[in-house]
């Protein structure tokens, strides 16, 4: 009898495995979709302020390059030399 019994626990975890494996292989390609076509529904009510965010980035990439390549400046030592004898 407890032979049987383990045999139906094991069918019956086996099914569970089975149905949420079949949930996500179904049920994942369809969220994705579905976030997709939010982002670009909201991509698209950003669309006017497109020449806004082109400008931000071209100023940002500009900025970084300077700051990256600016010459450096010279800087007087703040110690003074040792007196000369």
Do not use: N
């Not at 390549?69 to 010279?74: A, G, L, Q, T």
């Amino acid at each position: 009898m407890k032979k049987a019994a383990a045999h139906w626990s094991d069918l019956g975890a086996l099914t569970t495995a089975g149905t949420v494996a079949a949930t996500i292989l179904c049920c994942l390609p369809f969220a994705t979709c579905v976030v997709g076509a939010a982002l670009a529904a909201f991509g698209a009510r950003l669309m006017p302020l497109q020449l806004l965010f082109i400008g931000l980035s071209l100023s940002s990439l500009a900025y970084s390059f300077y700051q990256a390549y600016r010459p450096e400046r010279h800087v007087r030592p703040t110690v003074a030399a040792p007196p000369r004898r």
